[in-house]
């Protein structure tokens, strides 16, 4: 503890390993009011690399028009050279144009993201729920063609701010038509952070009953009611092992006004250190680097973890 580590003390029912999917330069900057340059967004990319973290969702292809913040893709991809490409380095796709400005940027990996509700399907993405997976297929069939990696989101997993709880088996009829197009990966998203751990085991549950294991699911949890670490552990002693979060604690969705920031990193990386987890990532050095953002945004990190090492109140 005086060193900054917790106390280790290994947790039986935890993987041994868990692979975290870095998600702030784009979860996290998507919902800054204020426009990071793209020299400091690739600076934020080569530090998380350089803490430890192996897989970072870089930026996201998507129209100006809908998320000026990352308007700079191109440019931040460009900045980065080879650190941004690979396997490891998924960039957001919604549709043909967005893949093809990222295979022009010479990307490895892409997500693709759809919506267990029909009103943020129309909010997000201008689409029905079935017109977007529609606009999905084409995306997945090219980018597996060209031998891409992709993940696909569902959103709203557990609660939608306009439709209230959402129903288990729409999420999973969802999550389903995704992976069915071919996807490698789903991740689960609670993107108003309002689900517990008994949905969590439920949903992960109904989703094995219909074939897609805890071997291909991925948790993306928004802290909004602080239960996005809670879940994760439920989520990974029930044998998923990837896990989303972001440096920080940034996050949010633009589209989703009570989406509030991921699951920080930090405080991630903190409970797996204890419990005896093997993530790669070198706290300290991750603590850092959102000291470094937070500077450049101009306001502290919400991450717990990153206050407490900092002795900031
Ligand atoms: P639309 O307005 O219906 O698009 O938006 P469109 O197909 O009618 O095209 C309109 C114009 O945009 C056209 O230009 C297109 O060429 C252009 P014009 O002919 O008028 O000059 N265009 C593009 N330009 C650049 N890149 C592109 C692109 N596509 C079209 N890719 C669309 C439909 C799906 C594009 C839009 O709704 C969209 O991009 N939505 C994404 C919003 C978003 O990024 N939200 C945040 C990410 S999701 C999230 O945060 C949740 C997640 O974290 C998980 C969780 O927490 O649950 C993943
Ligand atoms: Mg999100």
């Not at 503890?1 to 900057?29: C, F, H, K, W």
């Not at 009011?33 to 970072?56: C, D, H, Q, W, Y």
């Not at 009829?173 to 751990?197: E, H, K, Y």
Request: charged share 20%.
């Amino acid at each position: 503890m005086d060193n900054g580590l917790p106390q280790r003390e290994p947790d039986a029912e935890l993987p041994d390993r868990v692979t975290i999917y870095e998600v702030g330069p784009r979860d996290g900057l998507q919902n800054e009011k204020s426009v990071v340059p793209a020299a400091v967004k690739a600076e934020f990319v080569r530090r998380l690399a350089a803490a430890g973290l192996e897989t970072i969702e870089t930026t996201s292809f998507v129209p100006p028009t809908w998320v000026p913040q990352l308007a700079d893709a191109s440019e931040v991809l460009a900045e980065l050279g080879q650190v941004g490409l690979g396997r490891r380095r998924p960039v957001l796709v919604p549709n043909e144009r967005g893949l093809d400005r990222a295979l022009e940027a010479g990307v490895g990996a892409v997500a693709i993201f759809g919506s267990a509700t029909e009103t943020f399907a129309r909010k997000n993405l201008n689409r029905t729920v079935a017109e977007s997976i529609e606009m999905f297929a084409p995306v997945v069939t090219r980018a597996r063609d060209a031998g891409v990696w992709v993940r696909a989101y569902v959103s709203m997993c557990f609660g939608d701010p306009w439709e209230g709880p959402v129903p288990v088996e729409q999420v999973v009829d969802v999550g389903t038509r995704l992976m069915d197009l071919g996807a490698d990966q789903l991740s689960l998203g609670d993107t108003i952070g309002v689900g517990t751990t008994g949905q969590v085991r439920r949903l992960l549950d109904a989703f094995s009953a219909r074939g897609v294991g805890p071997e291909r699911i991925a948790v993306h949890f928004h802290d909004t009611y602080g239960q996005a670490l809670a879940n994760t552990l439920t989520a990974l002693r029930h044998g998923v092992t990837v896990v989303d979060a972001s440096t920080g604690g940034l996050g949010g969705c633009p589209y989703a006004k009570s989406a509030t920031g991921n699951l920080a990193t930090e405080d991630l990386v903190w409970a797996l250190d204890g419990a005896g987890v093997t993530t790669g990532v070198d706290l300290a050095q991750l603590v850092k680097t959102s000291v470094w953002m937070a500077e450049h945004l101009g306001r502290p990190s919400p991450s717990r973890v990153v206050r407490a090492l900092t002795g900031g109140d």
